[in-house]
T-cell receptor
Framework: GAVVSQHPSRVICKSGTSVKIECRSL??????MFWYRQFPKQSLMLMAT?????????EQGVEKDKFLINHASLTLSTLTVTSAHPEDSSFYICSARFEGRNYEQYFGPGTRLTVT | DAKTTQPPSMDCAEGRAANLPCNHSTISGNEYVYWYRQIHSQGPQYIIH???NNETNEMASLIITEDRKSSTLILPHATLRDTAVYYCIVRSNFGNEKLTFGTGTRLTIIP
């Protein structure tokens, strides 16, 4: 199956700093990538959808100036959490859609962000 | 709004078949039924999907009722590694519709 990687897998940062998370589709080109967030014991919540070469579409309630998404190539999308606060601590998961297979989505392993 | 309804939790004995139900009474004609699972602290893993016919792959079987208002995911011989949260999702394969996760079923395999 298609492989999606994320880096880093875990990150700890201080409040007020920014953190960048990378998402890569390793063996396919992904025109569309998604970013999800998951708090403990909760389901995945979609944050934004990004299409290669264009601005991301954010879900209601997600601050676009705080969660910067860049999808500069067909295999790479980045999520930058700016001015992180402890309440941003969460499990961030990216997903890439392979349009050659009925638009199936493949998920990365997730990034655990802890803001101290 | 949730498009699917699943029991919050289930237990299954190791080696037995695990049958996970899902109700999707408002499913439309062009929507598929997808199943994903999420093992603790990992990203979701695709299991299977179908439109109206029953489907089987190396991981599981998917049984969809004739009226398509419900389905059952079957893990034929559950192992401890099948302990996970299982998500049933309905989604059209047209255009750019995204996967929206509900609360899922937490399946625990008992030794």
């Amino acid at each position: 199956g298609a492989v999606v990687s994320q880096h880093p897998s875990r990150v700890i940062c201080k409040s007020g700093t920014s953190v960048k998370i990378e998402c890569r589709s390793l063996d396919f080109q992904a025109t569309t990538m998604f970013w999800y967030r998951q708090f403990p014991k909760q389901s995945l919540m979609l944050m934004a959808t990004s299409n290669e070469g264009s601005k991301a579409t954010y879900e209601q309630g997600v601050e676009k100036d705080k969660f910067l998404i860049n999808h500069a190539s067909l295999t790479l999308s980045t999520l930058t959490v700016t001015s992180a606060h402890p309440e941003d601590s969460s499990f961030y998961i990216c997903s890439a859609r392979f349009e050659g297979r009925n638009y199936e989505q493949y998920f990365g392993p997730g990034t655990r962000l802890t803001v101290t | 709004d949730a498009k699917t309804t699943q029991p919050p939790s289930m237990d299954c004995a190791e080696g037995r078949a695990a049958n996970l139900p899902c109700n999707h009474s408002t499913i439309s004609g062009n929507e598929y039924v997808y199943w994903y699972r999420q093992i603790h602290s990992q990203g979701p893993q695709y299991i299977i999907h179908g439109l109206k016919n029953n489907e089987t792959n190396e991981m599981a079987s998917l049984i969809i009722t004739e009226d398509r208002k419900s389905s059952t995911l079957i893990l034929p011989h559950a192992t401890l590694r099948d302990t996970a949260v299982y998500y049933c999702i309905v989604r059209s394969n047209f255009g750019n519709e995204k996967l929206t996760f509900g609360t899922g079923t937490r399946l625990t395999i008992i030794p």
